[in-house]
Nanobody
């Protein structure tokens, strides 16, 4: 059973940056493709970014492309989401998720393992 714990959320002004971390345990990190999702109040959960099992392939939602970067560190069993040029519309609870297999998916139903989420608030 894989456990995921996010950290790094907080309050930031528009144009600022944050780096989210997702520490994993309980399973071989290299077996899992990873994804970041977010959910704003009153909205459905949406895909933000994904990274392949080996870390060579990354995928982004159009709304964050060129501003966010997903990466993974196999030595630390951790996935990161570097968020730059933040906008008020990026405000949401951000959650990381893990799935077996090589590639991430853009739909949350494919992920059996989830963290508890971390709040990101961007003020204008």
């Amino acid at each position: 059973q894989v456990q995921l714990v996010e950290s790094g959320g907080g309050l930031v002004q528009a144009g600022g940056s944050l780096r989210l971390s997702c520490a994993t345990s309980g399973g071989p990190f290299s077996n899992y493709a990873m994804g970041w999702f977010r959910q704003a109040p009153g909205k459905e959960r949406e895909f933000v970014a994904g990274i392949s099992r080996g870390g060579t392939m990354t995928y982004y939602a159009d709304s964050v492309k060129a501003r966010f970067t997903i990466s993974r560190d196999k030595a630390k069993n951790t996935v990161y989401l570097q968020m730059n040029s933040l906008k008020p519309e990026d405000t949401a609870v951000y959650s990381c998720a893990a799935k077996s297999g090589i590639y991430p998916e853009r739909t949350s139903d494919h992920y059996p393992y989830w963290g508890q989420g971390t709040q990101v608030t961007v003020s204008s």
